[in-house]
């Protein structure tokens, strides 16, 4: 009920805080192919990523959503490019980073996949079998390291530690804020409806309470919106 | 057209080849977990398995449909039970294999799944990484080995040396019939609606055409229907 009175109010054109923003998202797993049939991937819905790709577009944003496969409708407004592999979600990124204010990395990218993708099926002959794996490429902190950078925001799916381990990735990977979600919990994180995030940044947090996840998506791009450098010219 | 005209045909209570036989089906992937976020799957829809599942239905089978995680709704009439891994779907099939007269293995069940199974999300820490795999359990051969069985008919996905490929796998499990599906053809097999399936059986082979998975189903069904023992006691 709750985030349905902020739907309505922005689209009422109440106060926008991110009109005149452009946003660029990452959304749901990637699949990394073993060969054609097989592949590695994760339990992400997608649905936290199209939920602020809805409410960002709501508040004002010009919206760019990079998805991985899922089955979420397309949030009105905002343009979606779907993608498979890392690799392809990576370039999607750099293709569309020119000109953004802001680059929220949610999509559970793959960390690893297969060294090589057999061309036929592989044929099972073995009692046990070796799968070698390389690590992905990293979106998010490969975004961070650019010269002329949008204000940058990861997310942190853990199971335990989480605070110290949002901590380190938001230092490590050099990030603006970090959104941390203890995935261990019940009725939260990948397909649930609802999430619990705690928002960290490096003079301070903020536990966003548990709600569903429009909720969560408002208050984050919210507390985003207050975080923006004033001076558009110096992003 | 033609898959409608039948499914009227059959819903309105014309001959139905499966009246009185209770169908055993499996459909769709299954996941095998690296750990509680990340797994090993397949491209699996689970569409053909789910146009067997309705239009045996609408033949006048009695039918269980045990189903990986997929996205689609559960056909009328149909009796559905959802697992994950290889490992739950033949606990699932066992449970119910009892007075079946058919059995028909569609899933595209993980040949291999990881040793262990992480507690907790494992980091990412190094360059490299290697994942151990071991032989899932084969549950055609399973379902094919009971002294009591139903004809038990598999599918064979296969990217080259379709019919090599399909009728070795006929003789080595102990299948009754296989339906064999060339993955390499564009348009047809894991995500599409089209399919253009093969049957193999020890004396056989009839070629079903290109056709949308109903028909596809609908002919598979009717030949497995004729091939039934006559004396329902022998079976």
Redesign the interface.
């Known amino acids: 009920a709750i985030a349905e009175h902020w739907r309505d109010h922005y689209r009422d054109g109440g106060h926008q805080p991110l009109k005149g923003k452009r946003l660029l998202l990452t959304a749901g797993p990637t699949r990394e192919a073993?060969d054609?049939?097989?592949?590695?991937?994760?339990?992400?819905s997608g649905k936290m990523g199209f939920a602020l790709a809805d409410q960002a577009q709501r508040m004002g944003a010009e919206v760019t959503l990079i998805s991985g496969p899922v089955?979420l409708p397309t949030p009105q407004g905002v343009n979606r490019i779907d993608v498979e592999s890392a690799e392809q979600m990576l370039a999607a990124v750099m293709d569309n980073l020119a000109g953004q204010d802001v680059f929220v990395g949610c999509a559970?990218v793959?960390?690893?996949r297969p060294?090589a993708v057999a061309e036929?099926?592989i044929k099972?002959s073995?009692?046990?079998?070796?799968?070698?794996?390389?690590?992905n490429p990293d979106i998010l902190a490969t975004v961070a390291q650019q010269a002329k950078r949008p204000f940058t925001v990861g997310f942190a799916?853990?199971?335990?530690n989480v605070e110290q381990y949002a901590r380190d990735k938001l230092a490590r990977k050099g990030l603006d804020l970090i959104a941390a979600n203890d995935?261990?919990q019940p009725g939260q994180g990948?397909n649930a409806n609802a999430n619990a995030l705690t928002l960290y940044w490096n003079e301070g947090a903020k536990d966003l309470g548990h709600s569903d996840k429009a909720d969560q998506a408002r208050q984050l791009l919210e507390t985003i919106a207050q975080r923006l450098p004033a001076d558009e010219n110096a992003n």
């Open positions: 073993l054609p049939v097989r592949y590695l991937s994760n339990h992400s089955s559970a793959a960390d690893y060294v036929g099926k099972k073995e009692a046990a079998m070796t799968v070698e794996l390389v690590r799916a853990e199971t335990h995935v261990s990948f």
